[in-house]
């Protein structure tokens, strides 16, 4: 509790003790005396609202609670009703203390669990360790990063081993080893070993400092149910204040009228009661707490929402489209077959290699390491590298034709055609064919899981995109179980696709795409919801996108939708719990079934439960 | 132009009357005030002079919120 807390604190129970005195000393009989006492509890417990009252009234700012609760208070305190309006204005503090406590404490529960803030960052100076702040270190510099620091900086390590603690950013438990050459990211714990990095970013571009930017940032961009609180606020407490002036007048005069007793005292009672119910707090702080517990939750869990927009489109949404490489496959190409004719798998991968042994494709990258062993490059001469086709090459004396089918059929070598997922490369020994070697994009380990996760999460249509071509996207969409595929596109291809299926869904449904941020700005900023995964260290890709998934497993997708819809829930829980009660106690207070204490319960007992639920919010155990 | 600024404010239905004032102030395009933040960011006009509208925005605020500050 802050100072300002505790103050109110000590005032809350100076009155109590006071009011339960009061309460049980037989005063009845002296009138003045009972009522100067009384106003020792009242104004210690409620002198800063009367005073707040006051000068909403002096500054036109009228209709607000402070002056709700004055009015109430004031009201009850002229029919003689002390108790009841001192027990008023000691709830209402109560129930407000309560409120800022709560509040309070998830702010603080927020910033602990994004704490991925570095202190300070470790440069040799002269031969000794001197903690700097990370913002004058400049890029190029040398870090040391001692076991049990966070790592200030990003930057690449150019000595040391040490396992490192990415839980903080991406809500993955098992830690990363990083060596000599790894990247390594701001904001991660080392647990062992000492690391001195290379910085390759100022401390403002690193990731720890763009994520906090965004978490920090993040409600900014306000979801149509806070718009319409802040709106429904607005307006309820005006109504709300004209109905009980209505309910004070208009039954009397009409009595009056009718020739019967008007009970003046009973009208303005209820009236008051009235006031005190209307108090719109529980809803005004509700739902604002529920998007910001979401909002942290989410991030525990390794899923940064850039809105509370976005956690309500999440919610909604009916159709998922997803890039192919880099999103549900690795995006690293593997030798995942070697099918050999008259000689052995080994030696086909080894001739293989030695043949693409001076190349630096992607392709030529992958045999060499699935071949796995130093080449003696003096073996290998006469390289030609014939483009679109392949490569020829000597190796040991032989010839070594490796490549696609048109380089087969260029030298007389007739071939099966191979319906396999990815690229066959045809291998050719002085002439004579001896198998192929398959090389493909692999699946991640969860794709398969996070389309059957996304089928249960209600979502209608999942839809693959990628510049692959058709018979591979065919196979991997069949393997994975998609509803759509579009293969053969180029990147401006996928915005019109995207566009197309923009336009078969209604407004409520919504869209979400998901890439690897590499390439798909456009497409990112398109779709209702643009997520971009496995977005450590890609700067570009948390800028375009409206939800980032630290990790690039496409399973999170499904987390990120399941919290977003506990965290919708919950709001609109929210919303339907504090209206209907306000209302149902409204309607009992203008008919006198509701009294002061039902009042009290309808106000405060309404905020406390809302609050409690709204930080229901904030776990996210279940997704992780 | 956008700039965001640190605020403190008990209530949110305070800033949500301070996100109101903010925005009626000359000068300021867009505002934007979050209560869990406790921050205001505000998007000015082309050409104003943010130091004078932010001076303002406040004077505003307090009229509306007495208890309100703004860190400039």
């Given at each position: 509790m802050n100072k300002k807390q505790k103050k109110v604190l000590t005032r809350i129970i100076i009155a109590s003790v006071l009011m339960v005195i009061l309460v049980l000393l037989p005063l009845e009989d002296y009138p003045l005396v009972r009522f100067i006492l009384f106003m020792v509890p009242y104004f210690t417990v409620g002198y800063d609202i009367l005073l707040k009252a006051f000068k909403g009234i002096k500054n036109k700012q009228v209709f607000d609670e402070n002056f709700l609760m004055a009015i109430a208070t004031v009201g009850a305190i002229a029919l003689g009703e002390y108790t009841e309006g001192v027990?008023?204005?000691?709830?209402?503090?109560?129930?407000?203390?309560?409120?800022?406590?709560?509040?309070?404490?998830?702010?603080?529960?927020?910033?602990?669990?994004?704490?991925?803030?570095?202190?300070?960052?470790?440069?040799?100076?002269?031969?000794?360790?001197?903690?700097?702040?990370?913002?004058?270190?400049?890029?190029?510099?040398?870090?040391?990063?001692?076991?049990?620091?966070?790592?200030?900086?990003?930057?690449?390590?150019?000595?040391?081993?040490?396992?490192?603690?990415?839980?903080?950013?991406?809500?993955?438990?098992?830690?990363?080893?990083?060596?000599?050459?790894?990247?390594?990211?701001?904001?991660?714990?080392?647990m062992s070993g000492v690391l001195t990095i290379r910085t390759t970013k100022e401390f403002g571009e690193s990731t720890a400092s763009k994520i906090l930017d965004l978490v920090e940032n993040a409600s900014s961009k306000k979801s149509k149910p806070e718009n319409f609180i802040s709106k429904f606020a607005r307006i309820y407490t005006p109504v709300v204040c004209y109905s009980a002036l209505a309910l004070a007048v208009i039954p009397p005069v009409v009595r009056l009228i009718m020739g019967i007793d008007p009970l003046w005292t009973q009208w303005v009672y209820r009236a008051l009661t009235f006031l005190v119910i209307s108090c719109p707090c529980a809803l005004v702080i509700s739902i604002p707490l529920t998007f910001f517990a979401g909002i942290g939750g989410a991030s525990r869990a390794g899923v940064l929402v850039k809105g509370s927009n976005y956690l309500d489109a999440l919610s909604r949404s009916k159709i998922v489209v997803m890039d192919k490489t880099g999103t549900l496959t690795k995006g690293v190409f593997e030798v995942t077959k070697v099918q050999a004719v008259d000689i052995s798998e080994e030696e086909l991968l080894e001739m293989t290699a030695m043949a693409e042994a001076f190349s630096n494709h992607p392709i030529s990258r992958s045999l060499k390491e699935a071949y796995g062993k130093p080449i003696d490059t003096s073996l290998v001469s006469d390289v030609e590298e014939i483009s679109?086709?392949?490569?020829?090459?000597?190796?040991?004396?032989?010839?070594?034709?490796?490549?696609?089918?048109k380089l087969m059929n260029s030298i007389g070598v007739q071939v099966e055609d191979i319906v396999e997922p990815g690229t066959v490369i045809h291998v050719a020994i002085d002439g004579k064919y001896h198998g192929y070697i398959l090389?493909?994009?692999?699946?991640?380990?969860?794709?398969?899981?996070?389309?059957?996760?996304?089928?249960?999460?209600?979502?209608?249509?999942?839809?693959?995109?990628?510049?692959?071509?058709?018979?591979?996207?065919?196979?991997?969409?069949?393997?994975?179980?998609?509803?759509?595929?579009?293969?053969?596109?180029?990147?401006?291809d996928k915005v019109s696709k995207v566009e197309e299926l923009l336009a078969t869904k209604t407004d409520k449904e919504k869209l979400i795409f998901v890439g690897d941020g590499i390439n798909d700005a456009p497409v990112l900023s398109r779709a209702d919801i643009g997520v971009a995964m496995g977005a450590l260290g890609?700067?570009?890709?948390?800028?375009?996108?409206?939800?980032?998934?630290?990790?690039?497993?496409?399973?999170?997708?499904?987390?990120?939708?399941?919290?977003?819809?506990?965290?919708?829930?919950?709001?609109?829980?929210?919303?339907?719990?504090?209206?209907?009660?306000?209302?149902?106690?409204?309607?009992?207070?203008?008919?006198?079934?509701a009294n002061m204490w039902i009042a009290i319960f309808a106000d405060v007992g309404v905020m406390v439960l809302a609050v409690l639920n709204a930080i229901r919010a904030l776990s996210v155990k279940k997704y992780k | 132009?956008?700039?965001?600024?640190?605020?403190?404010?008990?209530?949110?239905?305070?800033?949500?009357?301070?996100?109101?004032?903010?925005?009626?102030?000359?000068?300021?395009?867009?505002?934007?005030?979050?209560?869990?933040?406790?921050k205001m960011s505000v998007e000015f006009e082309d050409g104003a002079d943010t130091k004078s509208v932010m001076e303002e925005v406040l004077k505003n605020c307090k009229k509306v919120e007495d208890d309100c500050e703004i860190f400039l």
């Open positions: 027990a008023v204005m000691l709830f209402y503090q109560i129930g407000e203390l309560f409120q800022s406590y709560a509040v309070g404490k998830s702010r603080r529960n927020i910033s602990q669990l994004m704490d991925i803030r570095p202190d300070f960052a470790n440069v040799m100076v002269d031969g000794v360790l001197e903690q700097v702040d990370p913002d004058d270190v400049e890029i190029g510099s040398e870090i040391v990063v001692q076991p049990g620091e966070k790592i200030p900086i990003d930057g690449v390590v150019i000595d040391g081993n040490a396992t490192l603690d990415t839980a903080a950013l991406t809500g993955e438990s098992v830690p990363r080893t990083a060596k000599n050459g790894d990247e390594v990211i701001s904001g991660c714990i080392n679109g086709h392949g490569v020829k090459a000597n190796v040991s004396g032989k010839v070594v034709q490796v490549g696609n089918e090389i493909s994009d692999m699946l991640k380990e969860h794709s398969k899981e996070a389309i059957i996760g996304l089928k249960r999460a209600g979502i209608s249509k999942t839809v693959m995109l990628t510049g692959d071509s058709k018979k591979v996207a065919d196979l991997v969409a069949a393997d994975l179980g998609l509803d759509e595929v579009c293969a053969e596109l180029l990147p401006g890609s700067d570009a890709a948390i800028e375009a996108a409206d939800v980032v998934l630290m990790d690039d497993d496409p399973s999170s997708i499904v987390k990120a939708i399941g919290i977003s819809k506990k965290c919708m829930r919950i709001v609109y829980e929210n919303i339907y719990f504090a209206i209907g009660i306000k209302v149902a106690c409204l309607i009992l207070g203008a008919v006198g079934i | 132009m956008k700039k965001t600024y640190k605020i403190d404010v008990d209530c949110a239905n305070c800033a949500n009357k301070m996100e109101e004032a903010a925005n009626n102030t000359a000068g300021v395009a867009n505002a934007v005030v979050n209560f869990m933040a406790l």
